[in-house]
């Protein structure tokens, strides 16, 4: 079996995808068709010529001008349905999907109209798509805490969400600044992650672990630059959602030659393969995989291992995870690994 092969086969969990970056520029056009929204790019070649980014900041203004298209439950419905399609064929067979539902409040979009749309794809994606879903809401981390405190009143009186997570500029807004809106999200039975040490330092990811209590952290690349997270996360087996060739195309690794998964891996970090923003980023979860796997060198038993991590760091119960294990091993057998 070949690693291409491999790949495909594997089952797979996608635990880093923001929802808004599934957003082709296809569907941009359309939707900005469909909404009487006015696009500054004059088609679709103009606007992947467009995606070259210098860094984090650089993506999220388009990614958040990109947004402005969405306005109707449909319009979600039809972006998330959109993802889990493309994601049935990587052969992921489970995903914990991110909104960022301020940057639609903010536009005057409702809060249900964003998870009414999100939720009914999913729970259609689980039924004819055979893939499992849970989501995260993740909270503008350059908006204020108090932003972040009403979105998460409002996600409370709705429902319908897994964990909480904090994303958008991460420099200048570090995990503490949210301790208060963790607190107590956790105090109502949610799970929380966040994105930590993707450009902020490792200073970042210790406050995501000991004052936030976060399961996973997204990103995380950073902690390879100090020696005692790195020996803290191997010892608690902190899983690192990690996104490689979103790390290239942000530039936080000037190759994906030169990033530091393999590495991570190979000293026994929890690290798992996600794509991010897919259609920013111009990369699924499985071109991912593929991309490490060339680019990284890695064996089929790593790529193995990479899947298995990612249905162990996932928020499926313990029976379902043991499942998707199984078919693993099963794969690993049958190409004699
Ligand atoms: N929002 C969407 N993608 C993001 C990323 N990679 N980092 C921070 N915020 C994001
Ligand atoms: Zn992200």
């Known amino acids: 079996m070949t690693n291409a092969e491999l790949i495909a086969a594997l089952p797979k969990a996608e635990l880093h995808l923001h929802i808004e970056g599934t957003l082709e520029p296809e569907m941009l056009f359309?939707?900005?068709?469909?909404?009487?929204?006015?696009?500054?790019?004059?088609?679709?070649?103009?606007?992947?010529?467009?995606?070259?980014?210098?860094?984090?900041?650089?993506?999220?203004?388009?990614?958040?001008?990109?947004?402005?298209?969405?306005?109707?439950?449909?319009?979600?419905?039809?972006?998330?349905?959109?993802?889990?399609?493309?994601?049935?064929?990587?052969?992921?067979?489970?995903?914990?999907?991110?909104?960022?539902?301020?940057?639609?409040?903010?536009?005057?979009?409702?809060?249900?109209?964003?998870?009414?749309?999100i939720t009914a794809a999913l729970a259609d994606g689980e039924r004819d798509l055979g893939v499992s879903s849970r989501l995260i809401l993740c909270f503008l981390r350059d908006l204020s805490a108090e932003s972040a405190m009403e979105t998460l009143d409002t996600a409370l009186q709705n429902g319908g969400i897994t964990a909480v997570g904090l994303d958008s500029a991460e420099v200048g807004h570090p995990p503490e600044k949210f301790l208060a809106v963790f607190d107590?999200?956790?105090?109502?039975?949610?799970?929380?992650?966040a994105h930590a040490g993707e450009e902020g330092p490792p200073e970042y990811m210790w406050q995501a672990l000991d004052r936030l209590h976060v399961d996973r952290i997204d990103h995380g690349v950073r902690c390879t630059e100090d020696e005692q997270l790195v020996a803290r996360l191997i010892e608690e087996q902190v899983p690192l959602t990690v996104c490689p060739l979103s790390n290239v195309k942000l530039r936080v690794f000037d190759s994906?030659?030169?990033?530091?998964?393999?590495?991570?891996?190979?000293?026994?970090?929890?690290?798992?393969?996600?794509?991010?923003?897919?259609?920013?980023?111009?990369?699924?979860?499985?071109?991912?995989?593929?991309?490490?796997?060339?680019?990284?060198?890695?064996?089929a038993v790593e790529l193995m291992e990479l899947a298995r991590n990612s249905i162990r760091a996932s928020y499926l119960e313990a029976s379902t995870q043991q499942t998707h294990l199984e078919q693993i091993d099963a794969l690993g057998q049958q190409a004699n690994l």
């Open 184 to 193: 107590r999200a956790r105090a109502e039975g949610l799970r929380t992650v």
């Open 30 to 117: 359309d939707l900005g068709e469909r909404n009487r929204v006015e696009l500054p790019y004059p088609d679709v070649e103009a606007v992947r010529r467009a995606y070259v980014f210098e860094d984090l900041q650089s993506f999220l203004d388009i990614y958040y001008a990109g947004c402005r298209v969405l306005l109707t439950e449909q319009d979600f419905y039809d972006l998330t349905m959109a993802y889990l399609r493309r994601a049935a064929e990587d052969h992921v067979v489970h995903s914990e999907i991110f909104f960022d539902p301020q940057t639609h409040t903010e536009r005057g979009v409702p809060y249900e109209t964003v998870l009414g749309g």
């Open 256 to 299: 994906l030659e030169q990033h530091n998964l393999a590495e991570m891996l190979r000293r026994g970090v929890r690290v798992t393969i996600n794509s991010d923003d897919p259609a920013y980023f111009g990369a699924y979860v499985g071109e991912n995989y593929a991309a490490c796997a060339d680019g990284l060198s890695l064996t």
